[in-house]
């Protein structure tokens, strides 16, 4: 007996097999729009660059999500577990760290924007290939936040310059955490045997 292909249904009750053209998820979402979000009340203190370096902040944070939850799942599919959940809580900490933009520019009346996000890398060669590409894309992370904090000081925006210094505290933390995997990777080298006993590790 032939298998009839799976289907989804949407809202308005249509059926479309997930073979159909508007599925492909190389495109971008239905709907998707280059609107601008609205300002209640237009506040002196938070200027048009700053709102445009708060609302890079939260697109680059939450697209650290999802690489960091491409990750997660590739390594759950691979079999190392603990380095899965400890990869998934990474995702959603990146999450987090978006609301403190949100919450800043919500403050001064400006509604935040929702980001359309870029599909990260799906596949990798292995752990030391992820704990890698992490502790590098950290590094980026900072110089981000950092060519942020020297806008402020430029600007005299000692308010935004105070919630760099939080990020910047956070990715202290962040590069403590991809550093020490980088070191065991040194010391212990990537053999099976090593990979598995740090995956443990991972899982606390």
Same mark, same amino acid.
């Given at each position: 007996? %032939?298998?009839?292909?799976? !289907?989804?249904? &949407?809202?308005?009750?249509?059926?479309?097999?997930?073979?159909?053209?508007?599925?492909?998820?190389?495109?971008?979402?239905?709907?998707?729009?280059?609107?601008?979000?609205?300002?209640?009340?237009?506040?002196?203190?938070?200027?048009?660059?700053?709102?445009?370096?708060?609302?890079? &902040?939260?697109?680059? %944070?939450?697209?650290? $999500? &999802?690489?960091?939850? /491409?990750?997660?799942?590739?390594?759950?599919? %691979?079999?190392?577990?603990? /380095?899965?959940?400890?990869?998934?809580?990474?995702? #959603?900490?990146?999450?987090?760290? +978006? #609301?403190?933009?949100? *919450?800043?520019?919500?403050?001064?009346?400006?509604?935040?924007? !929702?980001?359309?996000?870029?599909?990260?890398?799906?596949?990798?060669?292995?752990?030391?290939?992820?704990?890698? =590409?992490?502790?590098?894309?950290?590094? %980026?992370?900072? *110089?981000?936040?950092?060519?942020? +904090?020297?806008?402020?000081?430029?600007?005299?925006?000692? =308010?935004?310059?105070?919630?760099?210094? $939080?990020?910047? *505290?956070?990715?202290?933390?962040?590069?403590?955490?991809?550093? !020490?995997? =980088?070191? *065991?990777?040194? +010391?212990?080298?990537?053999?099976?045997?090593?990979? &598995?006993?740090?995956?443990?590790? =991972? /899982?606390?």
């Amino acid at each position: 007996m %032939e298998a009839k292909p799976r !289907t989804l249904k &949407r809202p308005d009750s249509k059926v479309v097999g997930l073979a159909d053209k508007h599925m492909d998820i190389s495109k971008p979402s239905e709907g998707a729009t280059n609107e601008v979000p609205s300002v209640k009340t237009k506040n002196p203190l938070l200027g048009d660059s700053c709102a445009s370096y708060l609302n890079y &902040r939260i697109q680059q %944070e939450e697209y650290s $999500a &999802r690489i960091y939850l /491409a990750m997660s799942m590739w390594l759950n599919n %691979e079999g190392y577990m603990g /380095a899965a959940a400890l990869w998934r809580t990474y995702s #959603d900490e990146e999450m987090k760290h +978006a #609301d403190i933009a949100r *919450k800043y520019m919500l403050s001064f009346g400006i509604q935040p924007a !929702t980001p359309r996000l870029d599909q990260p890398k799906q596949t990798f060669s292995g752990l030391p290939e992820i704990i890698k =590409m992490s502790f590098e894309h950290e590094i %980026e992370v900072s *110089k981000q936040i950092k060519e942020m +904090a020297n806008h402020s000081l430029a600007d005299g925006d000692h =308010m935004l310059y105070e919630l760099c210094l $939080a990020y910047l *505290k956070e990715q202290v933390e962040e590069h403590d955490k991809t550093q !020490t995997w =980088m070191d *065991k990777l040194e +010391a212990f080298g990537t053999d099976k045997i090593a990979l &598995r006993l740090l995956d443990n590790e =991972m /899982a606390g």
